[in-house]
């Protein structure tokens, strides 16, 4: 709402409603945040940021085979100094991350207008879909969200002020140093960077303005150039992860369902924004060159088109990757939506200024549904059904394909140091005999996290030289512990449910 203009009652119900529902997604974000166990991702950065290690091992064991840069891990050590380690003040820092990102609006809004309807655009971002779900889980993507929402609103409010021929060197350097933290978070942000920085220049180019072209060119090589270090120090160690060998594939369908599902609530929803946007810019293609038009469009086509050429190589293409995309869409729609409503009156005006509204509610009804029907009890309920079993207080425990120190977070003191590394694709030497494996008081065979497959299975029972029907095998969703059927742990004194 502009200060000092004198709002109809229709636009006042319409700010109630935005403002009504900015708070309910902030609070969602908040709510039962300790709910579900940890899964494995969740798992990996709180191995992954342990403050015990020291930075050498910290750097070796964890961040070096990571495929993501180390930002998001760094900051989450000093959060579990502060916060602990258990799942509520684990997911606390996402959830307070996540809801920075309605803060950065007003912020920039006061500074220098992005949008002509700020509400909007910060219900949008309270209320996204995908925002709220990992708002709730020990992941970077609520810091990814956070730091490209600052980029695209400082960008707008940059190119305005090279509209207004006013300087932009020092808002330019701060732009610079949130899309290294960008870059230093995931490895999208470098498109970002291209994406933004690209669009301010071509902006100021086409107004002709040398200072200002000055001052983004050399902003924007610092960006980068901050960053190549760290390239040429990580990429050399992801050799193994690189081409056909990484584990995600180009799901385009998918992918792209998803993240317009992340984005309004629904595809369908989506899809109807989309159609308004270019309808926005057929009806008033002079609109294109505005700041809110133009920076988001060029910076979405750029990051867009490097994410296709490099999936050409690598796989990369998943709605979290592409989470980046979000903040200049809901950018470029709500610009649209606000220049529709100059152009109608009477009852399509009053459609479009609830529409705001109406998608945030959807948005928000979609996440809590989320959350409500996800299951994450996988990893808890494993570690529960060990500690149960007869004479598995001692002697080794088994874990397959991932680090101990994932499978460890939900076992009690005494279970921890007992477990051992073993890998179905490696044919080297094991850690102990098949037979200490098989013939010990303990019916647990393996630990097998966050892959349910029979050939897992039948690996390891011809590994270690038994026959489908000597064994049993417990399944939780995405996790499984196979289970000897021996003499001394005979059906009976097995929890229900093995399969």
Known sequence: MVPGERQDRSTQLAAAALA????????????????????????????????????????????????????????????????????????????????????????????????????????????????????????????????????????????????????????????AAVTVMLEYTHYFGVLVVAGLFGALFLFAAAHRDRPAIGAVVVMGSMSMLAFLPWMLFHVPHLGGLLGGKFWIANNWHTTFTRLAGFAAGVPAVFAALAVLVVGSMVRRPQMVRKPEYFVPLVAMGTILAGALLISLHTPVITDRNLFVLLPPFYVLAIAAVGDLEDIYDGAYRQALLLLPAAVAAISLGAAIYWLAKETKEQWREAAALITTLPGCDRGPLPVNNFPKEIYAYYMPPGYRERLIEVSATNTGRLPVSPSELVHRPCPLLLWNGNSVRDEIVAAWIDRLGLDRQDVVVRKFERNMVILARRDDAAPASLPAGVE
Not at 29 to 56: C, N
């Open 20 to 175: 009504g529902l900015l708070l309910a997604g902030l609070a969602v974000r908040f709510y039962r945040l300790d709910a579900q166990s940890l899964w494995l991702d969740e798992l990996w950065t709180v191995a992954a940021s342990d403050p015990s290690l020291t930075f050498g091992q910290w750097i070796n064991q964890w961040i070096l085979p990571d495929v993501h840069p180390p930002l998001h891990h760094l900051v989450m050590r000093a959060w579990r100094v502060v916060f602990g380690v258990d799942e509520w003040s684990l997911r606390l820092s996402s959830a307070v991350t996540s809801a920075l990102c309605v803060a950065v609006v007003p912020l920039i809004q006061r500074w220098t207008p992005v949008v002509r309807r700020p509400l909007a655009l910060a219900t949008w971002l309270a209320t996204s879909t995908g925002a709220i779900v990992y708002a709730q889980e020990v992941r970077a993507y609520a810091l990814l969200l956070l730091l490209t929402t600052a980029a695209i609103c400082l960008s707008v409010a940059i190119a305005r002020r090279i509209e207004q021929r006013e300087r932009v060197l020092a808002p330019a350097a701060i732009l």
